[in-house]
């Protein structure tokens, strides 16, 4: 190793030091400029960060896919608007603390959408958690159990952006609509959350249950939100692949 290497590795510049060495490899090294060299260099190591930051967030999100934007399929039956994709992948509505509510039938590809517009938040350096709607109530509640609901709810309201996917499977216990709208009180206007129901936004309220909780949470939600209602037959008899 040159003294070069052991000197980038030292101050922990792994994008810079592989792409240095790979310079000497291909005898390129000498070739170059100072500023060219340089350059090179900075921006490999740029993109080395980056690349690892993305890597972080993605594995700290726990989504339920691995999904990309790019992978979508839009199609007017589906009712996915290429348009609307790409006025939320701009990032606005992050920076807004607007709500995304996605809609449709099993299997129609919502928790793929989801998941895709989450990765997509991971690549602009944001902090993005994934979960199962009555998985996370279930976790508050052990929360409670165990003294750390407090801390819980201050790491959910400062993530970027919050998914609850499937929500609207079951009705909801007392406690879980009040953690409910806990959730979604320290978030509104602040940080944006995507929630995804098999269910239209009309029925949210049968499921919240509590109707004075019901119309706090979806006044919240539906103020200022992107709707997306999916339509079609399932994905899922056409291939593996959820879209």
């Not at 003294?3 to 792994?14: A, D, F, G, K, S």
């Not at 989450?118 to 690549?123: D, K, Q, R, S, W």
């Not at 009040?178 to 009309?202: F, G, W």
């Not at 919240?208 to 979806?218: C, N, P, R």
Request: hydrophobic share 35%.
């Amino acid at each position: 190793m040159t003294e070069q290497e052991t000197l980038m590795q030292t101050l922990r510049l792994h994008g810079m030091k592989s792409r240095w060495v790979a310079l000497l490899e291909t005898k390129q090294a000498h070739e170059l400029s100072f500023f060219d060299g340089l350059e090179l260099l900075l921006q490999s190591e740029k993109e080395a960060k980056e690349s690892s930051r993305f890597e972080r967030l993605t594995n700290a999100a726990k989504f339920r896919y691995s999904a990309s934007v790019e992978e979508l399929i839009y199609n007017p039956v589906r009712g996915l608007d290429k348009s609307q994709i790409s006025q939320l992948t701009s990032g606005e509505y992050l920076k807004n603390g607007e709500s995304i509510l996605i809609t449709g039938a099993t299997g129609c590809g919502k928790s793929f959408l989801a998941s895709a517009l989450g990765h997509h938040a991971c690549l602009g350096g944001n902090r993005v958690l994934y979960f199962n709607t009555q998985k996370l109530l279930d976790k508050t509640k052990m929360s409670r159990i165990e003294g750390t609901i407090i801390k819980l709810f201050e790491r959910i309201s400062k993530v970027d952006l919050l998914i609850l996917d499937d929500f609207g499977l079951r009705k909801m216990e007392h406690q879980q609509q009040q953690d409910l709208m806990e959730v979604i009180e320290d978030r509104h206007a602040k940080k944006s959350t995507i929630m995804v129901s098999q269910l239209p936004v009309s029925k949210w309220y049968d499921i919240i249950g509590e109707k004075t909780i019901a119309d706090a949470i979806l006044d919240r939600l539906a103020h200022t939100s992107h709707r997306i209602e999916l339509k079609g037959e399932s994905l899922r008899k056409k291939s593996n692949i959820v879209q």
